[in-house]
């Protein structure tokens, strides 16, 4: 696949104006529908590039390829393609979830890519450990897997009102419906890479200036998550706590996300 060809067929795009660029990279189960309450104020003063990853239940299911993105590692390698397609270099980062860890590895790989990370939401290892508290246990893990192979559509409705601030119903739909189109052949694979994937020995690689933005309750992401990445990143580092519930902080809580955006590139 040609560098141009990934750029289309991931959905690639450019809005707003301004100077600097922000790419926006959606997590797991996601689209880059996620962003649009955050976008046009975004617009106003940036160039805001939008795309949709492989496994997307809004990229043609043939993109993805599980024994390819199997790791992260591959994800890396595309979004430097399509920052390479658009000739960007030192722009702005901001990745939800897995893309938060993504973002770290193409910082690692190739350090003028960006000025700074904005990690939303991310995590580099979700099972515990006894020194290391990720979230959760691998019988809680096995569990979800069986759950996600057995009956995808109970699970998806399920995981989008745990995922998401269940005060905000049109958020969960929005992510239940994003679930449904990645569709179960792709978000089992996908889930076993994620949550069974160890990235803390990365960490200490990242030179890029970091901002860690993390809720005040996550499921999947314990507050202990962004204090270990801060203590173990090797760039600058600060954290943002966002008062709200869930895992997407774009969707629930738009306008502070916004303001912590806003500070965080204007500081």
């Known amino acids: 696949m040609v560098i141009m060809d990934l750029w289309r067929n991931m959905n690639g795009k450019m809005v707003g104006s301004g100077k600097e660029t922000i790419i926006l990279a959606?997590?797991?189960?996601?689209?880059q529908s996620v962003w649009d309450k955050i976008l046009p104020k975004l617009c106003e003063a940036y160039k805001i590039v939008l795309f949709d990853w492989s496994f997307s239940g809004a990229v043609l299911k043939d993109h993805f390829d599980v024994e390819k993105y199997s790791s992260h590692e591959a994800f890396a390698d595309d979004l430097i393609a399509l920052a390479d397609e658009m000739k960007l270099e030192s722009s702005i980062f901001v990745g939800h979830s897995m893309s938060g860890i993504i973002g770290c590895i193409a910082s690692i790989k190739r350090p003028t890519l960006f000025k700074r990370l904005i990690?939303?939401?991310?995590?580099?290892?979700?099972?515990?450990?006894?020194?290391?508290?990720?979230?959760?246990?691998?019988?809680?893990?096995?569990?979800?897997?069986?759950?996600?192979?057995?009956?995808?559509?109970?699970?998806?409705?399920?995981?989008?009102?745990?995922?998401?601030?269940?005060?905000?119903?049109?958020?969960?739909?929005?992510f239940?419906?994003?679930?449904?189109?990645?569709?179960?052949?792709?978000?089992?694979?996908?889930?076993?890479?994620?949550?069974?994937?160890d990235y803390r020995g990365i960490l200490d690689k990242v030179i890029?200036?970091?901002?860690?933005?993390?809720?005040?309750?996550?499921?999947?992401?314990?507050?202990?998550?962004?204090?270990?990445?801060?203590?173990?990143?090797?760039?600058?580092?600060?954290?943002?706590?966002?008062?709200?519930?869930?895992?997407?902080?774009?969707?629930?809580?738009?306008?502070?996300?916004?303001?912590v955006i806003h500070r965080v590139l204007t500081s």
Request: a negative charge.
């Open 176 to 197: 239940d419906k994003c679930l449904k189109r990645m569709g179960v052949e792709v978000a089992l694979p996908l889930a076993k890479s994620v949550f069974l994937s």
């Open 208 to 259: 890029t200036p970091c901002t860690i933005i993390q809720t005040k309750v996550d499921f999947a992401v314990p507050n202990s998550v962004p204090i270990f990445m801060h203590n173990t990143i090797k760039g600058e580092s600060t954290i943002e706590i966002i008062n709200t519930r869930g895992h997407f902080p774009q969707l629930t809580a738009h306008e502070e996300f916004l303001n």
């Open 119 to 174: 990690l939303v939401s991310s995590s580099p290892r979700f099972i515990n450990l006894e020194d290391y508290e990720g979230g959760f246990n691998i019988p809680e893990m096995e569990e979800m897997f069986r759950n996600i192979e057995e009956n995808y559509e109970v699970w998806s409705s399920n995981f989008a009102r745990i995922a998401v601030d269940p005060s905000d119903p049109p958020s969960v739909e929005k």
């Open 26 to 31: 959606h997590g797991y189960g996601g689209d």
